[in-house]
């Protein structure tokens, strides 16, 4: 068995993961390289949810019964953990969303509807960056089509990395909002985060960081990165999906109008108008996903003991391991930066002529779940010049006989397709 440094107790952790016990056609174990996708659950999160439900169920804030009360506080207790986990100076800058990507349409609606200094219009310049997720371009190009501000973008190098080489026209007197990722869902690139975030703040542009990779695995201080919004997915996480996080500076929060109306959110309604509760509640319309929250609040509990600086040093073995497996494949091209430096713990490939779906089909035969597909980043397929890629993406359960068993399996496509 291969020995790497750095590597967490894998066969200990896999025990809390019950589909990683699982076996797939006629009885081959699976091998799961998809947590960019989706992450497997541990069994302390199943397990908070059945709790939630089975003694628990109520909706909350309202009811003044022992249950409501109890699920008052379970979900209210999970913003609290959320709140440590990322460093937040109040619980009341975090927002529970269903995803990462209503959390980006939340912070680009609200900059539609804002009034001076925060609204964007014609007369305002958008940014973001070619290796972006859809999440983090669709939003901001429905905020240029209905405004008509400049949505502007920095590219990609051929290796990788973003081009910054022109940050200074990118970034500009005009411009009011910076989206941008963390790290890459496609190339898994960690981007630099301070020297963006410094152009912006020369110009007084707001920073809105999409941390949909980052959060499940390194740590992630709202404070030190100084941003404005960050946005994340607890599903990526290890925890359950429908629940989704946006931090937000207060004061902005505070400022900046609703994108949902509903119950919960308000302070008064009449029929002529209404006022609307503080952050976070003002943007929580309706009935929240609480038993949702409550497993977030558990994958926080698990990725915490664990310790993610931990975890972080623990992919980046696998990640260097796979880096240098992959490349020893014929014909194999790894997309985006080709080695274990600055980048995350997710690698995007071509394996010669054949198609990524081929790839993924043949390899799924032997158990192995990659993704397939253009990773709703297609510009950077375009950048390119390929029309997908497979992606195998590792997390804190991965372990050097899987990269191992994908290394084999790319020989058996290969031989497969001749």
């Known amino acids: ?75 209210e207790g999970a913003r609290d953990k959320v709140a440590a ?30 009034d001076e200094p925060y609204r964007v219009d014609h007369e305002t310049e958008i940014v973001t960056t070619e290796m972006e997720h859809h999440s983090n371009i669709v939003p901001w190009q429905l905020l240029s089509q209905r405004t008509g501000a400049k949505l502007k973008w920095f590219g990609i190098t051929d290796d990788g990395r973003l081009d910054l080489s022109n940050i200074d026209e990118i970034i500009t007197e005009k411009t009011k909002i910076v989206s941008f990722t963390l790290v890459s869902n496609i190339m898994g690139t960690i981007n630099p985060v301070e020297k963006i975030i410094r152009r912006a703040q020369q110009v007084g542009a707001l920073v809105c960081i999409d ?64 006022t609307y509760a503080p952050a976070p509640h003002k943007f929580e319309a309706g009935t929240p996903p609480i038993a949702q929250a409550v497993g977030l609040g558990a994958a926080v509990d698990y990725l915490s003991a664990i310790g993610m600086d931990k975890i972080f040093q623990h992919e980046h073995a696998i990640t260097e391991y796979a880096v240098k497996r992959l490349l020893e494949v014929p014909d194999l091209k790894i997309i985006g930066p080709a080695t274990a430096e600055d980048r995350g713990a997710t690698i995007s490939f071509t394996l010669g002529d054949i198609h990524p779906h081929d790839v993924g089909q043949v390899l799924d035969e032997q158990g192995i779940a990659v993704r397939v597909g253009h990773h709703c980043a297609r510009p950077v397929c375009l950048r390119y010049g390929i029309p997908a890629t497979t992606r195998a993406s590792f997390y804190l359960y991965s372990t050097p006989a899987e990269v191992d068993a994908l290394v084999d399996g790319l020989e058996h496509v290969r031989n497969f397709f001749g």
């Not at 291969?2 to 990683?20: C, Y």
């Not at 937040?88 to 912070?107: C, D, G, Y």
């Not at 629940?243 to 004061?251: N, P, S, T």
């Not at 949902?260 to 309604?269: A, D, F």
């Open 1 to 75: 068995m291969t020995q790497l440094p750095g590597l967490l107790d894998t066969e200990a952790i896999r025990k809390d993961f019950p589909l990683l016990d699982r076996t797939v056609h006629d009885g081959k174990k699976i091998v799961y390289l998809d947590s960019a996708a989706t992450s497997q659950k541990p069994r302390q999160v199943l397990d908070a949810l059945s709790e939630y439900y089975e003694r628990h169920n109520a909706n909350v804030h309202r009811g003044v019964y022992t249950i409501a009360e109890e699920a008052t506080a379970l979900y």
């Open 211 to 274: 941390a949909s990779q980052a959060a499940p695995h390194m740590v992630l201080d709202v404070q030190a990165l100084q941003a404005d919004f960050v946005a994340f997915t607890g599903h990526k996480m290890v925890g359950p999906t429908g629940i989704g996080v946006l931090w937000g500076r207060h004061e902005l929060l505070e400022d900046l109008p609703p994108f949902l109306g509903g119950g919960e959110m308000i302070e008064t309604v009449s029929m002529h108008s209404s």
């Open 85 to 114: 986990f990322i460093n937040a100076p109040s619980r009341n800058e975090v927002i529970f969303t269903k995803n990462a990507s209503e959390s980006l349409n939340l912070v680009a609606n609200m900059l539609g509807w804002a």
